[in-house]
């Protein structure tokens, strides 16, 4: 679900004649995203309530960014949650976040006894690639953290592989989610321990919810009300982690059911999912300054403002 390199969009789809590839659907809203994982359970029961109020919002698992971005610029979809479409907005596609979703859920682990940036030294460290999310969570926090270390890093794409790798021995550390943490816990318990923890050193955006202003403005309503029902989620989801044991049961079918409370409470314990909203001037300017120091800067956004209407957000909070 994420890149940490600018993802090109093709510069005819960002004027008003580029042709769609596929038609839109037939709904009030289609909302594109990578596809369901235990971050976007809270949107899956969103989804359902704001159905069951009258809304009609569809649901479009797109794949990789690519697909999310272009996708999002041709319009063929309405919302979409991924962070990094900040990249077509740098380009010129007209859209905002409108409400976060859920903040960096990935962890750096090693075997035992490597528990620091230092210990790091000539031991295989995997990631996806160099200029992958996972990537340059590793890089940049090398560089930031022990810039004398020299990690060798191990391009291993795919996190099964990467987790894989790590219960094989061909790997010393990784970069992984917390769900393939609380799946290696489980397959070597005591084996590997966290290096660093990316959901608190780097709790930047990883799904943010985003639309064209044109939408927003065209349809208040559903912005609205999208916005309550996701934070009415996230409150109750701390307060009674099994909604997400129960609809990741019913959506994500390639997860051991055994496994799945650890890793949703892992996720909880984590805090990833705003119940202000998120999009604080801070948050966001976090995560500009991570994609923007990825080796390809961005041209035209520097701060929060580039990027974020909080409008509907504020006058949801406040009236909360």
Request: charged share 20%; proline share 4%.
């Given at each position: 679900m994420g890149t940490g390199r600018k993802t090109k969009v093709h510069a005819a789809c960002l004027a008003a004649a580029c042709v769609l590839t596929t038609p839109a659907l037939a709904a009030e809203a289609t909302f594109g995203f990578s596809g369901w994982a235990v971050g976007y359970l809270p949107t899956a029961i969103a989804i359902d309530?704001?159905?069951?109020?009258?809304?009609?919002?569809?649901?479009?698992?797109?794949?990789?960014?690519?697909?999310?971005?272009?996708?999002?610029?041709?319009?063929?979809?309405?919302?979409?949650?991924?962070a990094q479409v900040m990249d077509a907005i740098d380009q010129g596609f007209d859209t905002r976040f409108f409400l976060a979703g859920?903040?960096?859920e990935f962890l750096l682990v090693a075997r035992s006894?490597?528990?620091?940036?230092?210990s790091l030294e000539g031991q295989a460290l995997g990631i996806h690639s160099v200029g992958s999310f996972v990537g340059q969570l590793a890089l940049q926090w090398l560089a930031a953290t022990c810039p004398e270390t020299n990690a060798n890093i191990t391009v291993i794409e795919g996190s099964d592989n990467r987790l894989a790798a790590l219960v094989a021995g061909q790997l010393d550390a990784?970069?992984?989610?917390?769900?393939?943490?609380?799946?290696?816990?489980?397959?070597?318990?005591?084996?590997?321990?966290v290096t660093s923890d990316y959901t608190k050193t780097l709790p930047i955006m990883r799904a943010a919810f985003a639309a064209p202003p044109a939408f927003i403005e065209a349809?208040?309503?559903?912005?609205?009300?999208?916005?309550?029902?996701?934070?009415?989620?996230?409150?109750?989801?701390?307060?009674?982690?099994?909604?997400?044991?129960?609809?990741?049961?019913e959506v994500l079918g390639e997860i051991d059911p055994e496994v799945l409370p650890q890793i949703v409470d892992a996720f909880v314990a984590a805090e990833?999912?705003?119940?202000?909203?998120?999009?604080?001037?801070?948050?966001?300017?976090?995560?500009?300054?991570?994609?923007?120091?990825?080796?390809?800067?961005?041209?035209?956004?520097?701060?929060?403002?580039?990027?974020?209407?909080?409008?509907?957000l504020d006058a949801v909070l406040s009236s909360r």
């Open positions: 309530r704001l159905n069951e109020m009258g809304h009609e919002v569809d649901a479009v698992e797109l794949g990789g960014n690519n697909n999310q971005l272009q996708a999002a610029a041709t319009g063929n979809v309405d919302i979409t949650a991924i859920n903040s960096n006894g490597l528990d620091s940036c230092e990784s970069v992984i989610d917390l769900q393939d943490w609380a799946l290696l816990q489980q397959a070597m318990p005591g084996a590997f321990e349809n208040p309503e559903l912005i609205e009300d999208w916005i309550t029902v996701h934070l009415d989620v996230y409150q109750e989801i701390y307060e009674n982690p099994q909604l997400l044991v129960e609809k990741g049961l990833i999912w705003p119940v202000d909203g998120g999009l604080t001037d801070a948050s966001v300017q976090a995560t500009i300054d991570f994609f923007d120091n990825d080796g390809e800067p961005f041209e035209t956004i520097s701060a929060p403002a580039d990027v974020v209407d909080r409008t509907i």
